[in-house]
């Protein structure tokens, strides 16, 4: 079975600070892991992907994620909050031609 | 590439009508998967079609239902609206399953208002 866990509903950091939200999944298969980000009133959209490549995976806008298959993590991260970061973000896993979302994270920057 | 593009954006019904909401994935992607997004329950997964056949399907009642054409355009249909029904209904392509790309492109969503 497959299932994703986002450890924090919200998460408030201030401009320039570093961001990590975390997320851990569950999974019977080797997994393809994404992270999404959803601003308010907006579809979602890709920030980066993990597909068995390399275990540190570069995405948009500076964030980042590794993937740790002995922690089941893929937590996401970034150096330095902009203000422009504050939206919602998904940890999604997928399998069997589908997608599990995690419940979200807010992230809210603080100028 | 044009990117997935949903019709209406916005709708508002009264309970017991049913509506009718349309999805155009991108060029060459052939899945076609809809969700429906509240803040209560977040993100659930509706259907998914590839190839006009439905593939997966989630936990809703029948009154959700879906269809999507040979252009691989999806519609999906919600009969006997209820309140509960009031929330973002997001629609994904991507391309077909067994791709090491296989990230869902979202659509901007339609949002439906029951009252």
């Known amino acids: 079975a497959q299932s994703v866990t986002q450890l924090d509903s919200h998460v408030s950091v201030s401009e320039g600070t570093p961001v990590l939200l975390r997320c851990n999944y569950s999974?019977?298969?080797?997994?393809?892991l994404f992270w999404y980000v959803q601003h308010p009133n907006k579809g979602l959209q890709l920030l980066l992907k993990?597909?068995?490549?390399?275990?540190l995976v570069k995405g948009i806008n500076g964030f980042e994620a590794e993937f740790k298959k002995s922690e089941t993590s893929f937590h996401l991260t970034k150096p330095s909050a902009h203000m422009s970061d504050a939206a919602e973000y998904f940890c999604?896993?997928?399998?069997?031609?589908?997608?599990?979302f995690g419940t979200g994270t807010s992230l809210t920057v603080i100028p | 590439k044009a990117g997935v593009t949903q019709t209406p954006r916005y709708l508002i019904k009264t309970r017991g009508q049913q509506v009718t909401l349309s999805c155009s994935p991108i060029?060459?992607?052939?899945?076609v998967s809809w969700y429906q997004q509240t803040p209560g329950q977040g993100l659930q997964f509706l259907f998914e079609y590839f190839s006009e056949t439905q593939r997966n399907k989630g936990n809703f009642p029948g009154r959700f239902s879906g269809r999507q054409f040979s252009n691989s355009r999806s519609e999906m249909n919600v009969s006997t609206l209820e309140l509960g029904d009031s929330a973002l209904y997001l629609c994904?392509?991507?391309?077909?399953?067994?791709?090491?790309?296989?990230?869902?492109?979202f659509g901007p969503g339609t949002r439906l208002t029951v009252l």
């Open positions: 994904a392509s991507s391309l077909p399953s067994g791709s090491l790309y296989n990230e869902q492109f």
């Open positions: 999974s019977s298969y080797s997994p393809s």
């Open positions: 993990y597909t068995s490549a390399a275990t």
């Open positions: 999604v896993v997928s399998a069997s031609n589908q997608f599990y």
């Open positions: 060029s060459g992607h052939r899945s």
